[in-house]
């Protein structure tokens, strides 16, 4: 089973760095070990339920009417649902409760084990969507360009100093269960870097830019992940890219190295 995440990275770009070292960085190894690093905490801790304790809500079902002797047993009326923080009515037929025992609407509860996996009250532990051991299998990072760079050439835009600047990018990790008991330490993972408008219109350094396709809006551009909600960070272009050869640095403060290998993830 794969596992798609998409995140939005926040970083400063080392000094004199251009959008062409940029999107070279994308396609590092050093970008790779970066990404798992910050996409680890996430999938462990905000992993979905597994689809089967979905489908077992309507087995948790209770009743919460308290003129109803079987009502009484349940807790579910003495206090409200904390995820929209609104009670549950004398006639309520849509309450769940979880076996841990605490009480959500059937809607909202859905909604949260989409996300997490845990109790949102007692953080009681489900079965998660998804565990083991997984490795990178594709890298999709999508440089965030500012709107005054819209109506550059291609040329312009990649020679475009960016040093000491906080850049953004949108990146997306897809990620490949592996079998425990391999002995592998490294899996190879394909990398695409591209370069985003403000509109959705993307390219590579190759691709042409089309300018009469381009209008005026500028949207904000959205992050999000099977696993988790939108993250945002902001980390040190020296940290992401930190070489155990200094020989392979270049003048731009990005390390470059054309062999792209990436150790497993583990997901409990």
Not at 98 to 107: A, D, E, K, M
Not at 110 to 124: D, E, G, V
């Amino acid at each position: 089973m794969d596992i798609t995440v998409r995140v939005e990275v926040q970083y400063v770009a080392p000094e004199h760095a251009l959008i062409s070292d940029v999107l070279q960085m994308f396609r590092t190894p050093s970008w790779v070990r970066f990404m798992v690093r910050y996409i680890s905490p996430h999938l462990k801790n905000a992993a979905p339920a597994d689809t089967s304790v979905v489908e077992s809500l309507a087995s948790w079902k209770v009743l919460t009417n308290a003129n109803d002797p079987a009502a009484q047993h349940s807790s579910c009326a003495a206090s409200p649902c904390v995820i929209c923080m609104s009670d549950f009515s004398a006639q309520e037929k849509d309450a769940v409760q979880l076996p841990c025992g605490h009480c959500f609407h059937h809607g909202c509860i859905q909604s949260w084990l989409k996300l997490r996996s845990t109790c949102p009250t007692c953080r009681f532990q489900f079965r998660k969507a998804f565990s083991g051991s997984y490795a990178v299998k594709t890298l999709n990072s999508a440089l965030l360009l500012k709107p005054e760079h819209r109506y550059l050439t291609k040329d312009d835009i990649l020679k475009t100093c960016v040093g000491k600047e906080t850049v953004r990018a949108v990146v997306n990790v897809t990620l490949s269960q592996i079998a425990s008991q391999t002995k592998r330490s490294q899996y190879p993972c394909v990398l695409n870097a591209l370069m985003m408008h403000s509109n959705g219109e993307s390219f590579t350094e190759v691709a042409p830019i089309d300018k009469s396709s381009m209008d005026n809006t500028v949207a904000a551009a959205a992050a999000g992940s099977r696993a988790a909600a939108a993250a945002r960070h902001v980390r040190s272009a020296d940290e992401m890219c930190a070489s155990s050869d200094s020989s392979s640095s270049s003048s731009s403060g990005y390390e470059h190295d054309d062999k792209c290998r990436t150790k497993r993830v583990r997901v409990n």
